[in-house]
């Protein structure tokens, strides 16, 4: 089992940044693809990030540029530095693992955190 912990959420003005944190237990992290997706109020939970076992990044499109994925596999830790933000960011972020061919999809993820809410106002 894999326990996820997010961290680093909160109140940022438009343009601002923020770095979300994704600490893992139970399990080293470095052979599980991980990946951040967020949710906003009456929608559905959407991708934003992923990173693979050895280091390959995904983003979608709208966040590319402005947020990066990394892992620090001595800290059994993934980050999500968001920078640029928007109002449309605004959303609970969670963190997933999982050890599926990367990229997966959301099903493929095995374990989640219980997520931050990350607000940005214009």
């Known amino acids: 089992q894999v326990q996820l912990v997010e961290s680093g959420g909160g109140l940022v003005q438009a343009g601002g940044s923020l770095r979300l944190s994704c600490a893992a237990s139970?399990?080293?992290?470095?052979?599980?693809?991980a990946a951040w997706f967020h949710q906003a109020p009456g929608k559905e939970r959407e991708f934003v990030a992923a990173i693979s076992w050895s280091g390959n990044t995904l983003y979608r499109g709208r966040v590319k540029g402005r947020f990066t994925i990394s892992r620090d596999n001595a800290k059994n830790t993934i980050y999500l530095q968001m920078n640029g933000l928007e109002p449309e960011d605004t959303a609970v972020y969670y963190c997933?693992?999982?050890?599926?061919?990367?990229?997966?999809?959301?099903?493929?993820?095995?374990?989640w955190g219980q997520g931050t809410q990350v607000t940005v106002s214009s």
């Open positions: 997933a693992a999982g050890k599926y061919k990367f990229p997966l999809s959301l099903v493929q993820y095995d374990y």
């Open positions: 139970g399990r080293t992290l470095s052979t599980y693809a």
